[in-house]
Nanobody
Framework: QVQLVESGGGSAQSGGSLRLSCAAS??????MGWFRQAPGKEREAVAG???????LYADSVKGRFTVSREPAKNTLSLQMNGLKPEDTAIYYC???????????????????WGQGTQVTVSS
């Protein structure tokens, strides 16, 4: 069983920065990712990384967010710079024990999810 605990959410001004962290415990993890869900919207992928260090970003965050992983510690981080009000959402960490031939950020690929952490960006 895998447990994911997110931390680092909070409030920031537009243009500011926040850093999210996700600590995974339990089984070995192959792929990890960040997703977010804003009120009234569907959950969407933000960024992710697999065991081969392939990294994917949503177009909306490219150049502003940086995802990183420490495999030895089973931790995943998301450095968010240049925050915008539209980044406001609950951010979820997700993990999968199973690798894939082609890494993707389809939510259905991830069988373990954290409880989420709120990020609020004001203009």
């Amino acid at each position: 069983q895998v447990q994911l605990v997110e931390s680092g959410g909070g409030s920031a001004q537009s243009g500011g920065s926040l850093r999210l962290s996700c600590a995974a415990s339990g089984d070995r993890i192959a792929e990890m990712g960040w997703f977010r869900q804003a009120p009234g919207k569907e959950r969407e992928a933000v960024a992710g990384i697999d065991s081969r260090d392939n990294i994917l970003y949503a177009d909306s965050v490219k150049g502003r967010f940086t995802v990183s992983r420490e495999p030895a510690k089973n931790t995943l981080s998301l450095q968010m710079n240049g925050l915008k009000p539209e980044d406001t959402a609950i951010y979820y960490c997700a993990a999968s024990k199973y690798g894939s031939y082609v890494f993707s950020l389809r939510p259905a690929r991830f069988e373990h999810w954290g409880q989420g952490t709120q990020v609020t960006v004001s203009s």
